[in-house]
């Protein structure tokens, strides 16, 4: 079984002791917590933070060992949704929980039932009569029901044959398009066979009659079957109670006094991706019927991609990972009574350098102390980002022990991990290539510029737009500046943007230009200091210098010229294979590298080109770089009118904080919308 690192208090204590079970084997007892009333969790963040990897492993650890079942709400519904009318996705996901949550348990003689549910899914399963579409659609749904709950062997007649079994059933003289006689015929068939021998039909039918929608001059399974094939509010009312019929199935089985004293395991429920529509309904139904009637014992973890902070759950208890160890006792459900109440959200945080260090240690031995370093500082501890590194080097433990190691140049399976990285990032394919082109961009207007140029289908600027709303939802609110705010996503998609570029074509042009683009954008905008950012990453190095150089004779600005150094020399550097070793030989001084003028020129020239290689994001700066640093820092503190005193404090914060991979903070703006550079780079 694969491990997660930084997640233990989630893993191996909130969750084992709202279940009443441990997740590794063992007979440990686990004292169950928040009896009565057990909140529902939801975890948040982007791609690539481990959401899904928290409920697969919870599915892995208890399937087989308490019932569970693990729902993706991102997944379309089956072939036909939207075309027939007895289909829906919140009705596919329900079939898909019951089928989990009674699958076989070990120790259990007996396997989970949930007549109510089973009950309601058959009835709006129904077809209208001679309606191709909609029987395919029932054999289906119902096929799945029963051998996934265990009602019927795979392959058997009842399961394979339910529709004709139906119809077999009907009245001699049916109306076309006549719903009734089939729910009827359904719901019999279904009650006869499944339900009756068990005594359970009497109770499934009470649950049916007294539902608020319920009249009394009809049957109320083929009410909810109506309802549900109106489709639009009523669907949404009939989805809620199979919801409930889920809730009260669960109810009525551990209800029992002798579950109440035995306190067995509750039953756990994965949802993936309930940001979508049909999600947010599902868990929005199960949240609901516990402020009517609080006490099942369902726990529900559910996950969704964006920040927690965007959604509309006002009454929900935030939390952190250490905050829910000892199983959260503090919660209590806030008085507003409201569905969100009953929701606890954590926002997976991301890896701590210790937990990086655990995971390379365990896949390589022989590690260089760097290295944990350089993957925190590439990643922002990404727990994506990391496994997949972490992976690639236990697939090549001789990278680990490697001087000076590019992550970047990093392969698993044949393929650059970056690469891989940027597809599970960003799944889209064409906001993954517009994203691609827009990570060099410093704001809006700039991405627009670039969109202008090389999308020319786009006349409207709907990528951007496009762009900048799927940042919103996955990161929430951000600064305008840089344009992709999020460090990791940005290195992994200028990477990718280098890449494109080394081998330019007339679709992509070539590295070079793109920045000339922006170079000119900005100096038309009169941004210089971007403009000298790109007109670095161009390769137009001397210029920069000379710019630099110019602006360090001002007195009185010696804390902003530091600043202005830092973003232009946090540039990507180009698609040169040889750029690292020219880069080292300007910042060393090396002879027939220099240029002429006085020896503040060449110490600007040496320090530009030493800090780039230092900011770099895949790899780690040596000693002897960081004392290249601090020595022309020291050497232009004497050489300044007004600014020794910044200039050689900088020269021993700079030397330190890159050697330890930090962003000097004397580097950082100090006000402003620009303060979003405080990230590690």
């Known amino acids: 079984m694969s491990r997660l690192y930084g997640r233990d208090a989630l893993l191996d204590d909130l969750v084992p002791r709202l279940v009443g079970f441990q997740r590794k084997e063992g007979h440990e007892d686990v004292e169950q917590v928040h009896r009565t009333d057990p909140p529902a969790l939801l975890l948040t963040g982007p791609h690539g933070r481990g959401r899904t990897a928290v ?16 729902v993706d709400c991102a997944q379309g519904a089956g072939a036909g949704d939207g075309l027939v009318a007895n289909t829906s996705q919140g009705a596919d996901f329900l079939i898909d929980s019951a089928c989990g949550l009674c699958s076989p348990v070990a120790g259990e003689r007996k396997q989970l039932q949930l007549p109510r549910l089973w009950t309601g899914i058959v009835a709006v399963s129904a077809w209208r009569y001679a309606d191709a579409g909609e029987q395919e659609a029932a054999q289906d749904r119902v096929g799945r029901l029963l051998t996934g709950c265990g009602l019927e062997p795979e392959g058997s007649a009842g399961a394979e044959n339910w529709v004709r079994d139906v119809n077999d059933r009907l009245p001699a003289v049916v109306v076309r398009e006549e719903l009734r006689p089939v729910v009827d015929a359904s719901v019999t068939l279904f009650t006869e066979r499944y339900l009756a021998r068990k005594g359970q039909a009497d109770e499934v039918l009470a649950f049916y009659v007294q539902r608020p929608w319920a009249r009394r001059d009809e049957p109320p399974l083929f009410t909810l079957s109506r309802a549900f094939h109106q489709d639009g509010d009523l669907r949404e009312v009939a989805e809620a109670t199979l919801a409930v019929a889920l809730l009260e199935d669960l109810r009525a089985r551990y209800g029992t006094r002798w579950m109440r004293f035995n306190r067995p395991p509750r039953p756990l429920l994965l949802l993936d991706n309930v940001q979508t529509p049909a999600g947010t309904r599902l868990l929005d139904q199960l949240l609901t019927h516990r402020v009517k009637r609080a006490g099942d014992p369902l726990i529900v973890v559910a996950a969704a991609r964006g920040s927690a902070r965007r959604r509309s759950l006002p009454d929900a208890t935030p939390r952190t990972l250490e905050q829910v160890t000892g199983g959260a006792l503090d919660w209590q459900r806030p008085e ?4 969100s109440a009953g929701l606890i959200t954590m926002e997976l945080p991301r890896l701590e350098r210790h937990d990086i260090v655990r995971m390379l240690s365990d896949a390589a031995p022989s590690l260089r102390g760097e290295l944990p370093r350089v993957v925190r500082r590439f990643t922002q501890g990404s727990p994506l980002g990391c496994g997949l590194l972490t992976e690639a080097v236990r697939a090549a433990p001789s990278s680990a022990a490697t001087p000076g190691l590019d992550v970047g140049a990093l392969q698993l399976n044949g393929q650059s991990v ?7 990032l960003v799944p889209d394919p064409e906001l993954r290539r517009n994203l691609t082109l827009f990570s060099v961009a410093r704001d809006n207007a700039a991405a627009r510029a670039l969109a202008t140029a090389y999308l020319p289908a786009d006349p409207d600027r709907a990528a951007v737009e496009t762009a900048r709303s799927h940042l919103r939802a996955e990161y929430g609110a951000q600064a305008p500046q840089p344009f992709i705010t999020d460090p990791f996503l940005r290195t992994v998609l200028v990477l990718e943007l280098r890449r494109r570029r080394a081998r330019p074509t007339q679709q992509d042009p070539s590295w070079r230009g793109l920045h000339e683009l922006l170079r000119s954008h900005h100096e038309t905008a009169r941004q210089h200091t971007d403009a000298l950012h790109h007109a670095l990453a161009g390769g137009d190095a ?3 210098v000379t710019s630099l150089y110019e602006r360090f004779a001002r007195p009185g600005e010696a804390e902003q010229w530091l ?6 020399a946090t540039a990507p550097h180009p698609p040169d294979a040889t750029w690292a070793k020219d880069c080292w030989d300007k910042a060393s001084g090396k002879s027939g590298t220099e240029p002429a003028g006085n020896d503040v020129l060449r110490s600007v020239h040496r320090l530009l080109h030493a800090v780039w290689l230092a900011a770099d994001p895949l790899t780690a700066p040596d000693e002897k770089l960081c004392d290249r640093i601090r020595f022309d820092l020291e050497l232009l503190s004497g050489r300044h009118v007004t600014g020794a005193g910044a200039l050689f404090d900088a020269a021993q914060e700079w030397h330190d904080d890159l050697r330890e991979l930090r962003t000097p903070a004397s580097a950082l703006p100090a006000l402003g919308p620009e303060g979003s550079h405080g990230e590690l780079h």
């Not at 507003?336 to 569905?339: A, G, K, Q, S, V």
């Not at 600043?563 to 232009?568: A, E, G, K």
């Open 55 to 70: 409920l697969d492993t919870l599915y892995r650890s208890y399937r087989d060992r308490v019932p569970v079942a693990e």
């Open 336 to 339: 507003t009574r409201t569905p």
């Open 418 to 424: 970056t690469r891989q990285i940027a597809a599970r």
């Open 542 to 544: 001397g210029h920069v």
């Open 563 to 568: 600043r202005d150094l830092w973003r232009v």
